[in-house]
């Protein structure tokens, strides 16, 4: 690799979780008046691409998909650092599931290699906190026939010539540490680094920059049933509240002290379940040998 | 620099209502994509074998398992341990580059099985490992997937429905894929139930050889650092769970929760707020991004029983909530119930708790 790093990052622009409210009647989540924030998982992937570039020079551009009013995520990601920021939005994305998302946002990569440079590293976050299936990055890493290395917490070494890469990724009970080639997708594990703050030049910069924003077209999407709620092969059916159990919670009166109130909530607890008393009363017994 | 990228995927366009493309007909049986590490299954994938027997009845077709791995011998052990948890067949795997899960090498292999025998259904471990792969074989056979299921069912159609959280904080989904094979599905650990072993249970093994080139894979595993027993909390196989809530007000209420659990010898946990707040580490957190937890007995003090909450708990034989609204949605669950301040309950419980053992223990 000759040129300068490329990395894109994938971010989402959601719903503040801690806000959401749900319509008491209708079941149905009230999304006006809720603040929306980047996807928290997406910061540690940003992060990690403004220390590459600090480390080794190069661009930030941070895409993502969705309405016109997510045009401010990318200027709060142009505030910590970012250098371009693109703007996927259609309305004929409406309604994608994971597979049309990871399709649209790959097309997406696609025109910003074209125009940009070809991204030596995409990251996305681990998940997003609406979605919440790890899947979109996969899904991309597979369709631009990237080496997809998911739950990275750490990348321990990157030689930007020769394109050698070596990380560490969560795995099942252990570490892994791999070592790869670029070009790669990774999906970057929280907690693996800290949000910067902005400079007063990068706040400057953001306020000065241009969004670009594509539709379909412009990313060459030809064929529009691949996307939305067409492109998307699966059908959410029924959204429901989840019901009580059938026997609901035997009330235990609250007593006049708390201690009357624990015993008659032990009481309750070894009358409903006496293997409980039993096995509480062996292993105290077994401590006191 | 890398060679341009290159959008793939199939052409696909999806419907609400079911109309299987001829060439899906063939498409039969259910699959579990069973995990293994260092040679030993994961019992998240005996799990979705128990879950998939089910499935696989209701359909009147057969249950598979597919493994992958290095060892003939640690394959031909998971092999018979997937019999014995219902399996009626075994795709087996064997090749020197399957030594370790790579994305690669994994995706390769499962997709060209899919490929080849058309099961219906598949089921993987919602682990890194299994979203690892899931996400990127899905891609590749261009088929939908739903993450982190926490009921499996076949509806009248035969169709699988496949039932998890969705976002909102009270709100459960049901997704299908109707019209693309297979139907993909992950379910994370312990959300199923451990289903009983029947010893002796054999059944039939198709052997793959992938003959995979290693110079052709580009992705090497250097090293494997094993997390330390220390790092590991048990709460998932723990018997008894004691957790706190946002109604404990503070970080050092917290220690009450832990005093309770252990007089009781339990492992302690909480909502996800409270690792929002630093009041408990990640791996303590209980619920849809947490941990799931089967325990004989759960304490919950001062949680509301958001619905991410009340799936990763509600396995647990016995749930007991404390809490100061009467109207909490953890009533709801929970199988005993005080509407009392934990605060002054717990030092309480975990008193009066402490005497009873200590009484026990005399008279004993
Ligand atoms: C995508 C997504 C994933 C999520 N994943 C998880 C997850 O894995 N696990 C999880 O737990 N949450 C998860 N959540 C958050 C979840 O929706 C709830 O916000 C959270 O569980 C609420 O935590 P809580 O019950 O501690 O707090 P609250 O909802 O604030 O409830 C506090 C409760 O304490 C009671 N209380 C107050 N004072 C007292 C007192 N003195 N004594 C006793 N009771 C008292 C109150 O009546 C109230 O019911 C997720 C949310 C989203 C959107
Ligand atoms: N609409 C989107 N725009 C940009 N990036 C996205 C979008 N949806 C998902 N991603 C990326 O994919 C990751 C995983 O998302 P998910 O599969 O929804 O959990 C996120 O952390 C983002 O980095």
Redesign the pocket.
């Given at each position: 690799m000759n040129q300068p790093l490329h990395s894109v990052?994938?971010?989402?622009?959601v719903p503040d979780s801690a806000q959401i409210r749900v319509h008491p009647v209708t079941n149905t989540i009230m999304r006006q008046g809720v603040p929306t924030i980047i996807?928290p998982?997406?910061l540690f992937?940003l992060e990690e691409a403004l220390r590459l570039r600090d480390r080794f020079g190069g661009k930030v551009t941070v895409?993502?998909?969705?309405p016109m009013t997510?045009e401010d995520s990318l200027r709060k990601a142009l505030t910590f650092g970012a250098d371009r920021a693109v703007l996927?939005s259609d309305r004929y994305?409406a309604g994608?599931d994971?597979l049309a998302?990871?399709y649209?946002?790959s097309m997406a990569l696609l025109q910003i290699a074209r125009e940009f440079g070809a991204p030596d590293i995409i990251?996305?976050?681990?998940?997003?906190?609406?979605?919440?299936?790890?899947?979109?990055?996969?899904?991309?890493a597979k369709r631009l026939g990237y080496n997809q290395l998911t739950y990275i917490s750490k990348i321990r070494d990157l030689d930007p010539d020769g394109g050698a890469l070596v990380v560490e990724r969560r795995a099942e009970g252990g570490t892994q540490v791999l070592q790869t080639k670029l070009p790669v997708l990774i999906?970057m594990l929280e907690g693996s680094n800290e949000m910067r703050r902005g400079s007063i030049e990068t706040a400057l910069a953001a306020a000065r920059a241009q969004v670009t924003i594509w539709n379909a077209a412009a990313v060459g999407i030809e064929d529009l049933t691949r996307c939305g709620l067409r492109g998307s092969p699966t059908i959410v059916k029924k959204v429901f509240a989840p019901g009580a159990r059938s026997e609901k919670a035997a009330m235990i009166g609250a007593e006049a002290t708390p201690e009357a109130s624990a015993h008659a909530v032990i009481d309750a607890i070894f009358g409903r379940m006496p293997a409980i008393e039993a096995q509480l009363f062996e292993t105290a017994a077994q401590a006191a040998y | 620099m890398a060679q341009q990228p290159q959008a793939g995927g199939g052409n696909s366009r999806a419907g609400t209502k079911k109309e299987l493309p001829e060439h899906f007909k063939a498409y039969k049986h259910v699959w579990v994509a069973v995990e293994m590490e260092h040679g030993a299954v994961h019992s998240v994938s005996f799990e979705l074998l128990g879950e998939g027997r089910k499935l696989a009845d209701k359909r009147g077709v057969e249950l598979a398992a597919v493994v992958m791995g290095e060892s003939r011998a640690e394959l031909d052990a998971a092999a018979a341990q997937c019999f014995e948890y219902s399996a009626d067949l075994v795709y087996l795997a064997q090749d020197p580059a399957l030594a370790h899960y790579r994305n690669e090498t994994a995706c390769q292999v499962l997709t060209h099985l899919v490929n080849t025998y058309k099961p219906e259904i598949l089921l993987l471990g919602a682990t890194n490992l299994g979203r690892d792969l899931a996400?990127s074989v899905a891609t590749t056979l261009a088929t939908g997937l739903t993450?982190d299921c926490t009921e499996l069912e076949i509806d009248e159609e035969g169709s699988l429905a496949a039932t998890r959280p969705t976002f909102g904080g009270s709100l459960l989904c049901t997704i299908f894929t109707l019209n693309f094979r297979p139907q993909m599905a992950t379910v994370r650990p312990r959300v199923m139930p451990m289903p009983a072993r029947q010893e002796g249970r054999s059944g039939r093994i198709i052997e793959y050889s992938p003959a995979i080139n290693e110079a052709d894979i580009i992705t090497k595993v250097l090293d494997f650092i094993a997390d330390r027993d220390s790092d590991k909390a048990s709460l998932p196989y723990a018997d008894i769970v004691v957790a706190g809530g946002l109604g404990l007000r503070s970080a050092e209420n917290f220690q009450l929760v832990k005093n309770l659990a252990e007089v009781l010898g339990a492992e302690y946990g909480g909502s996800r707020p409270l690792v929002q707040k630093g009041w408990i580490t990640a791996d303590r957190q209980i619920g849809q991004t947490g941990k799931t937890i089967r325990p004989k007995l759960y304490i919950a003090a001062g949680i509301s029983g958001a619905i991410q909450h009340r799936v990763g708990v509600e396995g647990a034989d016995l749930i007991l909530a404390i809490n100061t609204d009467p109207k909490a949605p953890i009533f709801e669950f929970a199988h005993l119930g005080i509407v009392a301040d934990a605060v002054t309950l717990l030092p309480a419980l975990t008193e009066a708790f402490a005497n009873r053992l200590r009484i026990n223990r005399l008279a004993s």
């Open positions: 990052v994938c971010i989402k622009q996807n998982y997406d992937a895409l993502c998909m969705g997510a996927l994305f994608s994971t998302t990871s649209a946002l990251f996305t976050g681990k998940q997003t906190i609406d979605g919440d299936t790890a899947q979109v990055g996969p899904g991309i999906t | 996400g993450a």
